[in-house]
């Protein structure tokens, strides 16, 4: 991939105007200069696919499908950037956030195509009876398996912008249809109406974001929402990719396949009917072939999910009200489409190595939803980087930590959000003090944590606070001495 040189525009708050050039190939300067101001740039971004033709109802045209001919195609995006990260947003294919860099380390979080191949023609399983990836994380509706919405420009708008915080907008309305849509999905237009919120603010390491469907109805109205993530942290922004070190983190106990995706439970001990144990799959080198698995019976409140990669232990985790989004679904090409990797452009494959994480309003595909009459859902979502850390055990909107205890150790691993703001850390045990000191947050490494139980101490549990310096709590947490 390339981006195009950008037309910048002038941002008034900024000590500087962006002057970079966005292109996903060159090597991120994780030394860049530092800044207390967010902003906004625009840019263009180039994307490849092989040659094929679609209706004006974007139905797959017969026949045209010509995997020896490459194509490029030229989308304008919006690149939001502060000391922290830099984010690239394509609105008009599809309402995506495209990319998500990690400045202290220049690494991607997410996965993005070379080059983009079309599949599933006439297999009745997509709305528009055919598919194409090309990554980011994007708003799904209002059916399954990508929805209607994919491959449609949203529009965009700047909400607030100030040396503190950028808000910017992608919304888009479904009042279209695609008469030859296959039987299982919803005939005509819902008229939901959609805004896709996503915020950067200068003090913060991580995106926030906010899904706001309206039903402009007087009657309600039948839906699924999902929120599509396709992960790969930890990644050379020239080539993003999820690799065998990879490791899907959620607080989930058991799982469940569909029929044809059953071979992906073989190894994981049964819990009964329908449930397997959620062991084995989730490192992304046991996923034998392609397949879908869903958090069973859902995400039972735990409000994060993500992976890491733990070939450079970073990681990039979702953090929501999953009472709302309470459906996790999980789907990866399997692991041979990363050791049979190929040259995307000599021979162009859809199948690709990548971990697609979905937030679901139900608990699985075609599971539909009711949006109440005049109603509305708003989904908030924050996407936190990780250094670091081998896995979460709690995570909130201001820090994420992994957190255990032996019979002789206290160990804690943390990241903050916010890694200007230095932290005070205090482990006890029972009425016994292990560890009460200030702590300077390490951007770039995370923060690591040991430190002895002594004997003699009464209770079966470590509890922990971190709080700011001034005393205002972040998270608190205990866990069992195991």
Not at 206 to 211: E, F, G, H, P, S
Request: charged share 20%.
């Amino acid at each position: 991939m390339a981006i195009h040189a950008p037309s910048h525009r002038r941002i008034t708050f900024a000590v500087a105007i962006l002057s970079a050039v966005y292109a996903f190939p060159a090597v991120v300067d994780a030394a860049s200069p530092v800044s207390d101001s967010v902003s906004l740039g625009e840019s263009t971004v180039s994307w490849s696919t092989v040659k094929y033709a679609t209706s004006a109802e974007n139905g797959f045209v017969s026949g045209s499908l010509d995997k020896k001919t490459i194509v490029d195609h030229t989308f304008k995006t919006y690149v939001l950037e502060n000391r922290y990260l830099r984010v690239i947003l394509l609105p008009e294919f599809g309402g995506r956030i495209l990319s998500i860099i990690y400045k202290p380390t220049g690494h991607e979080q997410l996965y993005r195509t070379e080059v983009g191949v079309p599949y599933g023609m006439k297999a009745g399983v997509f709305y528009y009876d055919w598919l194409m990836v090309y990554g980011g994380t994007f708003p799904t509706f209002p059916d399954p398996e990508h929805g209607k919405t994919w491959l449609k420009p949203w529009d965009f708008k700047v909400e607030k912008e100030s040396a503190g915080e950028v808000t910017v907008s992608m919304s888009l309305k479904d009042d279209f249809a695609y008469s030859a849509a296959p039987r299982q999905f919803l005939e005509g237009s819902t008229g939901i109406e959609a805004t896709y919120y996503v915020t950067l603010k200068a003090d913060r390491a991580a995106l926030d974001a906010r899904v706001v469907l309206k039903n402009p109805h007087d009657k309600p109205v039948d839906y699924e929402y999902w929120t599509c993530t396709t992960l790969a942290p930890g990644s050379d922004p020239k080539n993003p990719k999820t690799t065998g070190g990879a490791e899907i983190i959620a607080p989930i106990q058991a799982y469940s396949t569909p029929t044809w995706s059953a071979n992906l439970s073989e190894g994981d001990e049964s819990l009964g009917p329908g449930r397997s144990r959620f062991e084995k799959l989730r490192f992304f080198k046991n996923w034998p072939t392609m397949g879908i698995a869903y958090a069973m019976p859902d995400m039972q409140a735990g409000n994060f999910w993500g992976v890491i990669n733990h070939d450079n232990e970073e990681g990039i985790i979702r953090i929501a009200d999953n009472m709302v989004t309470r459906g996790l679904k999980m789907w990866t090409w399997g692991f041979p489409s990363f050791t049979n990797e190929t040259d995307a452009r000599k021979d162009p494959n859809e199948a690709r190595p990548y971990i697609e994480l979905w937030a679901g309003v139900s608990d699985q595909f075609f599971h539909r939803a009711k949006l109440p009459a005049q109603g509305e859902v708003s989904i908030p979502e924050t996407y936190s980087p990780t250094v670091g850390m081998s896995n979460v055990t709690d995570a909130n909107e201001n820090i994420l930590i992994n957190f255990s205890a032996a019979a002789s150790e206290v160990n804690l691993q943390l990241f903050s959000i916010e890694p200007a703001t230095p932290l005070r850390v205090t482990l006890k045990h029972g009425d016994r003090i292990l560890f009460d000191d200030a702590v300077t947050v390490d951007p770039k490494n995370g923060n690591r944590i040991s430190t002895v139980i002594p004997a003699g101490g009464s209770g079966d549990q470590v509890e922990l606070t971190i709080t700011t310096v001034d005393g205002r709590e972040l998270i608190a947490a205990e866990t069992k001495i195991k």
